[in-house]
């Protein structure tokens, strides 16, 4: 089925006035593919492969271990830290690359915590990822605080009532499942007037939107590398700390690379200066410089205008739905799509995916692949979609909708061969 008269030249006219579609080229990707999940693995940049084939070849294969003074592999992490601080508006000297998110995680919370000494409470949404859950399960079990849950609208009401107990506040920018943005400002300041701490995860946000670090007092954030970064699969998290508090950080997990004099091998731990003292130890370095050499692709774009791009994407997306009639917004009896919006429709309101929930998720997503647009699902029944602003257009937002229009039309989800589920989802 072809697209309503005026939906094909819309997209047309959108992708003609956008000024950073140019970095499309930027990228390789599969002929025909519409990748619409960058917030699972990002793209790959196409200048990365020859990046990596140098640091394997020459840096790795002829300069072996004099590569960490000539190619300054010792420097990587803090090097790239201030590229991903370019993006989260974050001076040089606060971030690290580094270690998983969920390792970045422990870190920050148990930081955190002996920042607030007797102060026994931290407060976290329940609807975080699991991951930041179970972290913090493991680190209050270590440290022994209570995990006290809110979901951000109901946190300052919280902190009025029990602030003077707040030890830290840990919230992500944007809901991994519903794309739900959170207010970082607003938050940030309820939380220091508590006398808390603020940490944001910024898995979903790094990349797709400004963040304003810095301007806005945020205490410690982490974020993932292999999402919007593009860093590659498994490519390491970021951290973040705020200069003021560098000084009185304690890395729960002391190890050498955090060491004031690593090469002195002396037998007491003494923290680097700075921010530096968050490394721990050795980075998996061809991931590590895969991610620097990755960050080069948003060179010359301002985050302001990844997020007019990023908005521009969703909200057309939204628009091709409705025009469309794919949302159910009457009564669950059956009758309609079944397609339900749940990401929020005020642009200032929503991060950088579209969330939907359908009886058939799962199937849904396994029908949009048969058909070349890629997205995901997350249990127990919604279809995800992830919308890059580097390497997406309106056209790709516009076959993404009418794919889903005919998936749904033609009962493709109905087929056996999508319901049973792959291991990862
Ligand atoms: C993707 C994601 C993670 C992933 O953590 P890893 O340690 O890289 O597996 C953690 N938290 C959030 C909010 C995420 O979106």
């Not at 008269?5 to 997209?11: F, I, K, M, N, S």
């Not at 803090?78 to 969920?102: E, H, I, M």
């Not at 009401?157 to 607003?186: C, I, K, M, N, P």
């Amino acid at each position: 089925m072809s697209a309503p008269d005026d939906l094909t030249p819309r997209a047309a006219s959108l992708d003609a006035a956008d000024p950073i579609a140019a970095a499309r080229s930027r990228f390789t990707l599969p002929e025909g593919l519409v990748y619409l999940d960058g917030n699972s693995l990002g793209a790959l940049p196409s200048h990365v492969p020859d990046a990596v084939a140098d640091v394997v070849r020459r840096q790795w294969g002829h300069d072996l271990i004099a590569s960490w003074n000539t190619h300054d592999w010792w420097g990587a992490q803090t090097r790239a830290g201030d590229a991903v601080g370019r993006l989260v508006g974050a001076a040089p000297g606060q971030v690290v690359v580094g270690d998983s998110t969920s390792v970045n995680l422990y870190k920050c919370y148990r930081a955190a915590a002996r920042l607030r000494p007797g102060r026994r409470v931290v407060v976290t949404d329940p609807a975080s990822f699991p991951t930041d859950l179970y972290v913090l399960e493991s680190a209050s079990r270590d440290d022994g605080f209570e995990v006290v849950h809110a979901s951000p609208p109901d946190v300052p009401a919280l902190l009025e009532e029990r602030g003077h107990e707040v030890a830290f506040v840990s919230l992500s920018q944007v809901d991994y499942r519903t794309g739900e943005r959170w207010d970082v400002a607003g938050l940030t300041a309820a939380t220091h007037a508590a006398g808390a701490l603020a940490l944001w995860d910024l898995c979903h946000s790094a990349g797709v939107m400004p963040v304003d670090l810095d301007a806005l007092g945020v205490d410690l954030a982490v974020g993932c590398g292999y999402k919007y970064l593009n860093g590659g699969p498994g490519a390491p998290a970021f951290v973040y700390v705020r200069r003021d508090l560098q000084a009185d950080v304690r890395n729960p997990l002391s190890g050498w690379h955090g060491h004031a004099a690593p090469f002195d091998f002396g037998p007491e731990y003494a923290p680097a200066p700075g921010v530096t003292r968050m490394r721990v130890g050795t980075p998996p370095l061809i991931s590590l410089l895969a991610l620097e050499s990755a960050l080069e692709a948003f060179d010359g774009l301002s985050p302001e205008q990844v997020r007019a791009k990023s908005l521009s994407l969703t909200g057309f997306f939204v628009e091709c739905l409705d025009r469309l009639g794919l949302l159910d917004d009457g009564p669950d009896d059956g009758a309609g799509t079944g397609l339900r919006l749940v990401t929020p429709r005020e642009p200032d309101r929503r991060g950088s995916q579209v969330a939907l929930t359908h009886p058939d998720a799962y199937a849904v997503v396994r029908a949009l692949v048969a058909r070349g647009v890629v997205g995901d699902f997350r249990t127990p029944d919604v279809v995800r979609l992830g919308f890059a602003p580097l390497y997406l257009s309106h056209a790709d937002v516009l076959t993404a909708a009418l794919a889903l229009r005919d998936v749904l039309a033609g009962g493709e989800h109905l087929r056996q061969e999508f319901l049973e589920r792959a291991r990862v989802t």
